[in-house]
């Protein structure tokens, strides 16, 4: 059984919840999820030992949100290199920071990328529940 640790950064919950089912979607496929905010992941060490890292953050003025950037230096020092990966985040609009994030973990730290960055604007839109569940099956069947 593998473990994938989702960490996430949300201002008003709606990536929380995209993180949560996520997660579920994880589960259901036989492996564990951890679940942790930005804020939880005090250095590098606290993302080693993982299967596959899924990041997520809200756009906000076109950027991912601060503490999400300095997972993302902490990361770099992590030795992400080859672990599957995925990317989401809630968005209006333009959803800037699922790409971002995306785009960091594929060319910086070289992880096996997921087919994109998880695009639905929130839990509760159409589709939402099963196409966040389906993101981190596709996640765990990578590992
Ligand atoms: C002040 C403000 C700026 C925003 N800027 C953007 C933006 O540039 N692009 C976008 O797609 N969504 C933007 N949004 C929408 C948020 O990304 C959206 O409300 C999202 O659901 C928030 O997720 P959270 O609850 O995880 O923080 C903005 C929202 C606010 C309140």
Do not use: C
Not at 50 to 69: C, R, V
Request: glycine share 12%; charged share 20%; aromatic share 10%.
């Amino acid at each position: 059984m593998g473990n994938i640790l989702i960490v996430y950064s949300s201002r008003v919950d709606e990536t929380k919840g995209i993180a949560e089912l996520i997660a579920e979607g994880i589960r259901q496929s036989g492996h564990q999820a951890e679940v942790k905010t930005a804020g939880q992941i005090e250095t590098e060490g606290d993302l080693t030992g993982f299967d596959a890292y899924i990041f997520g953050s809200p756009t906000y003025h076109g950027e991912m949100l601060p503490p999400m950037k300095q997972v993302l230096f902490m990361a770099e020092r992590a030795n992400l290199e080859g672990k599957p990966g995925g990317a989401f985040g809630a968005y209006g609009w333009s959803g800037e920071a699922n790409k971002r994030i995306f785009d960091t973990m594929n060319y910086i730290f070289k992880m096996k990328m997921a087919s994109g960055p998880l695009m639905i604007k929130a839990s509760w839109v159409e589709d939402g529940v099963e196409t966040a569940q389906a993101y981190g099956k596709e996640i765990a069947e990578m590992i």
